[in-house]
């Protein structure tokens, strides 16, 4: 006879070991239910075939599945609810546990778990906010999920303006002094907002002053409702120099005012951007008591999946820890290898190609209630002769490197709590070997005299050798050649250099030449490009 399933962990030598913490707060409850069901060999009548593996224990896909996933993974993802691990909408064990440790640890009155993303977390809140008939002044700069959710709320919705930062770096965000001044007017005529949406934390590392904004809303109209779009600031709580710019931080300066306005703000942390938490983890922490809580959690039943993934949750417990006790350690590490960054390009001439942009020089004016996240650091690679999109698949394809925003010429690195000091060296030598091989390419395909080898393969017979001229003709002649699929490569003349330089059209593809040795691949700079 099998024991009987349980919500409550199992005691003794079977139970998980405690994780570490300090001041009380040291507890996973959520991540230890969940790690107790998956060490039970429970079989389910229910649903969830894959549980345990159970459904691919004969299966040529198996090892597949395995290997992706792992046996810990798949014995994890189970389908248990109510009283056998937790009610996810009405949670009365360890997910409701869990939940009032990250409220504590995030300083909101209540935190609730998503497993579905934070565009789900932006539409309940939404929900929970906004009124049918009223009025929604919106940051222009929102994620597609806001401007989504508002359409269908029948509110009325007037976008305030965004602002470029300037005509030398690409980033643009919200026009804060014309949104206070637009809220303002609308108090004055009569007609308040009711909800107004921010992105605080964008994707570009741009940070909002929410102290002065928040209390500017709240003074002109006490009881306005907000919701902050935190979703890639979620960790800044952790750290003294990040965090006084946060939004429950900022809730918190007003409520210990004399005249605590009763303002209601709902926060969206995507947990996965910035803490070690699963994919489509996020955070919503509300800040208000009463009627808005129990709008929270009606929107929630409206809008989350009813089967949501607990190892997702449990990550978001498991994520909440590391951050309450490591994560001043992890993000003063992130904050020196982002100034480590900024320093070589400025300083080491094989990096010369590269110029940062932002955190020095920009969003500087406090007027515009906006600065830098210094974990970001924004980089011109213009000089380079490629694409920011060329140059995103070489750091790709050549030295498993990602990086996935570009504007313009520049790209965004963000130092992250998962990028350590051999990482970055990792990227600072890629960063080197990129500018000497694009200069090299450059050398050769400028119009002029020749001292390369310039080969179209296939056929592989020279477009020119040592000494003939490269004129616009050529160039041209080597734009057609690649738009028709073949390789180019350059070679200096033997004595010169010993580099063969690839220079497709699409991904990179190295080249393997007799009597030399080959560089990594970087797309040359076609006709008419600086």
């Known amino acids: 006879m099998t024991e009987p399933t349980s919500s409550t962990p199992p005691s003794g030598e079977n139970a998980p070991a405690p994780l570490p913490g300090r001041h009380g707060a040291g507890r996973t409850p959520l991540a230890d239910a969940v790690l107790a069901a998956a060490r039970r060999d429970i079989a389910s009548f229910h649903a969830l075939p894959l549980s345990h593996g159970r459904s691919i224990r004969d299966s040529r896909i198996r090892e597949s599945y395995e290997s992706l996933f792992g046996a810990a993974q798949l014995a994890a993802d189970v389908s248990y609810s109510g009283t056998m691990l937790d009610s996810f909408f009405r949670p009365r064990g360890p ?99 009711d909800t107004v949406v921010l992105s605080a934390v964008s994707y570009d590392g741009v940070r909002y002053d929410l102290p002065t904004v928040l209390a500017e809303l709240a003074a002109a109209h006490p009881g306005v409702r907000v919701l902050v779009d935190e979703a890639w600031g979620a960790v800044h709580r952790f750290h003294p120099r990040l965090r006084p710019l946060t939004a429950l931080h900022a809730v918190e300066r007003l409520r210990r005012t004399a005249s605590a306005p009763p303002l209601t703000v709902a926060v969206t942390h995507s947990a996965h951007k910035s803490m070690s938490a699963l994919r489509q983890g996020s955070y919503l922490h509300l ?38 006790t490591e994560g001043e350690q992890l993000l003063e590490r992130s904050l020196h290898l982002a100034q480590t960054l900024r320093t070589e390009l400025g300083t080491d001439p094989r990096l010369s190609a590269y ?15 906006v600065s830098d996240d210094p974990t970001r650091v924004l980089v011109d690679i213009g000089a380079l002769g490629i694409t920011a999109a060329e140059f995103r698949r070489v750091l790709f394809d050549e030295y498993a490197l990602y990086v996935a925003r570009e504007s313009g010429d520049a790209v965004l690195f963000h130092l992250h709590i998962g990028v350590d000091e051999a990482t970055l060296l990792r990227l600072l030598d890629a960063l080197r070997t990129i500018q000497r091989t694009c200069r090299t390419t450059l050398a050769a395909l400028t119009p002029g005299a020749s001292d390369h080898f310039i080969i179209a393969y296939p056929p592989g017979i020279p477009i020119a050798v040592p000494g003939e001229r490269v004129c616009d003709r050529t160039l041209g002649e080597i734009d057609a050649l690649r738009s028709d699929g073949c390789e180019i490569y350059t070679l200096h003349q033997p004595g010169v250099s010993t580099a063969a330089v690839p220079v497709p059209s699409g991904p990179p593809v190295s080249a393997a030449v007799p009597g030399v040795s080959a560089l990594p691949a970087v797309p040359a700079v076609p006709a008419g490009r600086k």
């Open 355 to 369: 110029r940062t942009l932002g955190a020095e020089g920009h969003l500087t004016d406090p007027a515009l209630l």
């Open 287 to 324: 800040a208000g008591e009463g009627e808005a809580r129990e709008r929270v959690a009606q929107a929630l039943f409206q809008h989350h999946t009813t089967s949501p993934s607990w190892p997702v949750l449990a990550s978001l417990d498991l994520a909440r820890l590391q951050a309450e």
């Open 95 to 193: 997910l409701r546990e869990a939940q009032r440790l990250a409220a504590r640890g995030f300083g909101a009155d209540a935190t609730y778990f998503l497993s579905t993303g934070t565009s789900t977390a932006n539409r309940v809140a939404l929900t929970a906010l906004t009124r049918p008939g009223g009025r929604v002044l919106a940051d222009r700069s929102c994620h597609q999920s806001v401007h989504f959710a508002l359409g269908g709320l029948g509110v009325e919705v007037v976008y305030a303006p965004m602002q470029r930062c300037c005509a030398d770096c690409p980033r643009t965000f919200g026009d804060l002094p014309r949104l206070l001044e637009t809220f303002r007017e609308a108090v004055a005529e009569g007609r308040p907002y």
